[in-house]
């Protein structure tokens, strides 16, 4: 719940060549930067592998599983795309 708190309320977006302060609900899609992504799925699969080592269901340790799987593949697609940008 403290997190929502932290959560942005406004977004910065150029409109005719100025930028203007909008209601974040008013912004349909937000372009962060890669170094967000990376931060989000590398603590995602720490906190999976976490979950892994103190055990649970087997639903939860597939679940988690799957979600190393997931960041790993995000990482990868960020890798790539800023392997494509450099060339």
């Known amino acids: 719940r403290k997190?929502?708190?932290l959560q942005a309320r406004t977004a910065t977006v150029i409109r005719d060549?100025?930028?203007?302060?909008?209601?974040?609900d008013e912004v349909?899609?937000?372009?962060?930067?890669a170094e967000q992504a990376y931060?989000?799925?590398r603590?995602?699969?720490q906190r999976a592998e976490r979950k892994i080592a103190e055990g649970g269901s087997d639903?939860?340790?597939r679940f988690n599983r799957d979600t190393i799987l997931r960041a790993d593949?995000?990482?990868a697609i960020l890798d790539c795309r800023k392997?494509?940008?450099g060339a």
């Open 3 to 5: 997190l929502l708190g």
């Open 59 to 61: 639903a939860e340790l």
């Open 43 to 45: 603590a995602t699969r």
């Open 73 to 75: 593949a995000l990482i």
């Open 39 to 41: 931060a989000i799925a």
């Open 28 to 33: 349909v899609r937000i372009l962060g930067g």
């Open 83 to 85: 392997g494509l940008k």
């Open 17 to 24: 060549g100025d930028e203007v302060d909008v209601p974040i």
